[in-house]
């Protein structure tokens, strides 16, 4: 399978802790994107990469959040010290260019207790 | 903001034609029209695109107004698995950064019952 990976699937966590969620892109794809999604809403931006560098963060990830693409290639998100509405979907999505369609990945579903 | 207007929830028969529209009455002249949908518990789908003309491939047919003001996307023989939120979009292909991104609505809610 040559799509987007993104791992793990689902994470339940105590609120406070710290959680992390890894996205490979399709091999080729130099862009990638994060977005959120909450129940019933569609998916919303969060930030995205050209290679390495991350080039845009949406006014919706605070500083709790980071996101790294470290090679160029897989990519973390990460969350410090979660709060209950940090519960949603994490969606990674990469394209070939800018202009090219986006592929999306099955999503982190986060659970904050 | 989301620059479209969906209606919230629509049912087709399965085998029939489903007919989904999109309102973008105020999409400028470098704006696409996209479409992705979403299958409950996955990422989003790429499903069609279009500036100006009609489109179609092997999902689907996009019919785009002469204004460009209003589109319909067409499922020619819906099936079960076509069961998802789809979602249109209009998306601005001559910038960087967030102005290029998709904005998702709340899309509709297409359920194809037997």
């Known amino acids: 399978d040559t799509g987007v990976s993104q791992n793990p699937r689902h994470k339940i966590t105590k609120r406070g802790q710290n959680v992390t969620f890894r996205c490979d892109p399709i091999?080729?794809?130099?862009?990638l994107y994060w977005y959120r999604q909450t129940l019933g809403q569609g998916p919303e931006f969060l930030t995205y990469?050209?290679?390495?560098?991350?080039?845009?963060k949406s006014r919706l990830l605070s500083d709790r959040f980071s996101a790294e693409r470290p090679k160029g290639s897989f990519s973390t998100l990460e969350i410090q010290r979660t709060e209950q509405g940090d519960s949603a979907m994490y969606l990674c999505?990469?394209?070939?260019?800018?202009?090219?369609?986006?592929?999306f990945g099955p999503g982190t579903r986060l659970t904050v207790l | 903001d989301a620059k479209t207007t969906q209606p919230p929830s629509m049912d087709c028969a399965e085998g029939r034609a489903a007919n989904l529209p999109c309102n973008h009455s105020?999409?400028?002249?470098?704006?696409?029209v996209y479409w992705y949908r979403q299958i409950h518990s996955q990422g989003p789908q790429y499903i069609i695109h279009g500036l100006k003309n009609n489109e179609t491939n092997e999902m689907a047919s996009l019919i785009i107004t002469e204004d460009r003001k209003s589109s319909t996307l067409i499922l020619p023989h819906a099936t079960l698995r076509d069961t998802a939120v789809y979602y249109c979009i209009v998306r601005n292909m001559n910038y960087g950064g967030s102005q290029g991104n998709l904005i998702f609505g709340k899309g509709t809610k297409l359920s194809v019952k037997p």
């Open positions: 091999s080729e794809h130099n862009r």
């Open positions: 999505a990469s394209s070939q260019t800018q202009r090219a369609r986006k592929f």
């Open positions: 990469f050209q290679n390495e560098a991350q080039l845009e």
């Open positions: 105020t999409i400028s002249g470098n704006e696409y």
